[in-house]
């Protein structure tokens, strides 16, 4: 079986996707009331004028890197950042009803790697928001999805699948 999706099809995709997330950057910036050059000014030259023009103009795209310290600048989350889907995107579903994607975050911690640290991270701070202090176990929702997407490096409805093939998808023991 072929993938239906072919380069200019994901270099499409990626296009609308970077000129959606370069919107949405413009839009906390705006509503941080910044100027691009006082983003470059306040963050010492790390984002520059230029390149931050780039990226809300959807011409060039942010690593996942970058979008955390941007967020960090900015006081938000990674998730804050991303486009919202006006349409609400199921990325998780199964005739209809959402799958409860459960991410062993007890295994994650024990991972190397710049992309798994980073998971954890944002999946410790989804537990504070939950106040949800177990620590080996968690259930991401539907939002928290695109965050993910965007730190595996995977279209949203392929998370699931890519947290199996990573082995980080909680499997409760059998009895």
């Known amino acids: 079986m072929t993938d239906m999706n072919s ?23 705006k509503q941080k009331r910044l100027a691009l050059t006082d983003v470059e000014a306040q963050t ?3 984002f520059k004028a230029s390149v ?16 955390e310290r941007l967020a960090k600048f900015y006081g ?15 990325a998780i579903r199964v005739s209809g009803a959402p799958v409860k994607l459960r991410i062993d975050v007890a295994k994650l911690s024990t991972r190397d790697g710049a992309d ?28 928290d999805v695109r965050a993910i997407a965007v730190i595996l490096n995977v279209p949203v409805d392929e998370v699931a699948k890519r947290l199996s ?9 059998t009895a």
């Open 44 to 46: 010492r030259q790390e």
């Open 52 to 67: 931050m023009g780039a990226y809300e103009r959807g011409e060039r795209m942010i690593s996942v890197q970058r979008l």
């Open 7 to 29: 380069p200019a099809d994901e270099g499409a995709e990626d296009l609308g996707f970077a000129r959606q997330l370069g919107e949405r950057l413009r839009q906390i910036r």
């Open 116 to 143: 798994f640290k980073m998971l954890e991270r944002l999946l410790r701070m989804i537990q504070v928001q939950r106040q949800d202090f177990n620590g080996k176990v968690i259930t991401v929702r539907e939002n």
């Open 165 to 173: 093939e990573l082995d980080l998808v909680f499997v409760p023991p």
């Open 76 to 90: 938000v989350t990674v998730d804050q950042l991303l486009p919202r889907d006006p349409l609400q995107v199921e």
